[in-house]
């Protein structure tokens, strides 16, 4: 049975990079890892998305190594708005299908 | 283009009695998943299909049923609610699982669901 495991709270203050990493032991080859951002009381919100090394958008960077048993999230600059839940979510092999497993959950918190 | 709605908002259901959570796309997205998430806790996958007539079993699929007549809707069905299934139950859908670069998931807004 897959895990899909994630640091369950992580602290930081406003301005600093924050780095959280999902690991992942044994997902699909041919999937894409995702990361989602939570705020209570709503859906999870897309962030970004990757195959493998590095993928950079407007608002995060994600590291994944060629193993692929890890990714990593990095927020640069986080402000207070960043406190939140953060999910990573893989695809876990399932006969000629995938299924769309989340990690854990980190509760971001950001402090002035 | 309404993405993933899902209804009712809130339930409260009395133990043993059943109903069905409603979901539905317009974005003609392939696969559509169910995932239930605890007071404090993550998102468990319960059911999901890759198409209509499709369904497969997630992480917690004890006490649901799901089917796909057609690509738009997924419909969750609860067969006698226990108070262990009171949760947010949340919807999404995407082109595929995670094959693509864009098989993103929309999530609807959630159904709050309590079972006194």
């Known amino acids: 049975l897959a895990k899909i495991t994630q640091p369950i709270s992580m602290d930081s203050y406003e301005g600093q990079e924050v780095n959280i990493t999902c690991s992942h032991n044994?997902?699909?080859?041919?999937?894409?890892i995702t990361w989602y951002q939570q705020f209570p009381s709503q859906g999870p919100r897309f962030i970004i998305q990757?195959?493998?090394t590095k993928v950079t958008n407007e608002v995060a960077s994600l590291f994944i190594p060629a193993d692929r048993k890890s990714s990593t999230l990095s927020l640069p600059r986080v402000s207070l708005s960043d406190t939140a839940v953060y999910y990573c979510l893989v695809a876990i092999p399932r006969g000629a299908t995938n299924k769309l497993i989340f990690g854990t959950g980190t509760l971001l918190a950001v402090q002035p | 283009n309404a993405g993933v709605t899902q209804t009712p908002k809130f339930q409260v259901l009395k133990t043993g009695q059943s109903m069905t959570l409603q979901c539905a796309q317009d974005m003609n997205h392939e696969y559509m998943s169910w995932y239930r998430q605890d007071p404090g806790m993550g998102l468990r996958l319960i059911h999901y299909s890759v198409g209509a007539g499709i369904t497969d079993q997630g992480e917690v699929p004890n006490g649901y049923n799901v089917s796909r007549s057609t690509t738009e809707d997924f419909p969750l069905r609860l067969l006698s609610a226990a108070p262990s299934q009171t949760s947010v139950y949340f919807c999404?859908?995407?082109?595929?699982?995670?094959?693509?670069?864009?098989?993103?998931?929309?999530f609807g807004p959630g159904t709050r669901l309590t079972v006194l």
């Open positions: 990757g195959y493998k």
């Open positions: 044994n997902i699909a080859t041919n999937d894409y």
């Open positions: 999404a859908s995407s082109y595929a699982a995670g094959l693509q670069p864009t098989d993103t998931q929309y």
